[in-house]
């Protein structure tokens, strides 16, 4: 194995582990830390933990034990995957993740990249962009676990970490990967850390992978690993192919990102949907139970759309009552269950939306490790669970894919 990555979560994996197979790569992703599972045979493999939001010292102790397991596998490289919108907190988990990977690795310097030029993140001057605005103008600020009120990443990233961070800004990133080599060796040796990288193209990510080939340790959004499988020498294969798997199909979203309320509203237009209120499983109400009453008798008519998104004043209101941490569990364990009874119901093709969404989802049915399928669009393959039942999974970060989304997916998959 070439590369490890570490991403802190689920659809964050399965986005970087498209990246890197789209670019060449064979890539196996793997949920969780496996305890049974013997020597990988892939170029690149992906441990989706689920630590975005974790305790700090948990993501930390995720985050090693992952570690561990890559280098054991032969990994020559680590990546440490985070959003392509920085999602974390003043108290992490970035920072403080990969400050224990620095540590455990013996390194003492590392870039942070989150750019996606492909889905408008960019970093110019060390500010995040989500297309035109600021991060911290971006529906991101109103993120129910991770807001984002702060564009400027080294400040953010600053909050994170006990160590120096620092900016290589375009100018010397467009001269190149030496160009930037020589910046790193310069803040490295001025007791930075932390570079945080400018990017606002594809040409810049390709340039930064060139210039990272001798880092233990990279840190970044999905984007960082386009560049990275040429210093190993593999370059771009063929298209994947869309094996069939049959059955009924469904939509789960749990996603209150600005996108999935776009494509859950448009969903809505024409199909049939369940919705799950917060509030309502708070009062002990067998949600789960009624929603798969309700999609049973449908579900050989086509697909069916189970969601708890909703817009950010409705979120509000519910974490009000709730709180954020218990209204976020909630939901995730409501639509796990249905996810299950679903599968138990003849589905076979199931499209997730969010995150922490789709890590409950797939620990519910049991998935521990993915093989990346197809694109349907930029950051979100099609994959399929190694064992049984044979099972299409689409996981969608929260912000990606297009409004019709849910209809594209569910259409190129048999
Ligand atoms: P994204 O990929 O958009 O960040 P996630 O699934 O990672 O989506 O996070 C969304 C979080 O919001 C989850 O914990 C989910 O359970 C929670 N959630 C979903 N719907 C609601 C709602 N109506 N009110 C409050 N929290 C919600």
Known sequence: MHLGCIADDLTGATD???MLQNAGMRTVQVIGVPAGLGQVDADAVVVALKSRTAPAAEAVAQSL???EWLRKQGARQILFKYCSTFDSTDAGNIGPVADALLGAMGASFTVACPAFPTNKRTVYLGHLFVGEQLLSES????HPLT???DANLARVLGRQTKHKVDLVALP?????AAAMREAFKNLKESGHTYAIVDAVADEDLLALGAACAELPLLTGGSGIAMGLPANFGIRKGGDAAIPAVGGHAAVLSGSCSAQSNAQVAHWMKARPSFRIDPLQLADGVNLAAAALAWAGPLLAAGAVLVYATAEPDAVRKVQSRLGAQRAGELVEQCLARIAKGLVEQGVRRLVVAGGETSGAVVNALGVSALRIGAQIDPGVPWTYPIG???????LK???FGAVDFFDKALG???
Do not use: C, F, I
């Open 397 to 399: 970060s929260g912000n």
């Open 16 to 18: 970087v582990a498209l």
């Open 412 to 414: 190129m998959q048999p």
């Open 139 to 142: 529906p991101m600020k109103d």
């Open 388 to 394: 049984e039942p044979r099972l299409a999974l689409a």
């Open 172 to 176: 010397t990133v467009r001269q190149g």
């Open 65 to 67: 034990a992952a570690l």
């Open 147 to 149: 807001p984002m009120r």
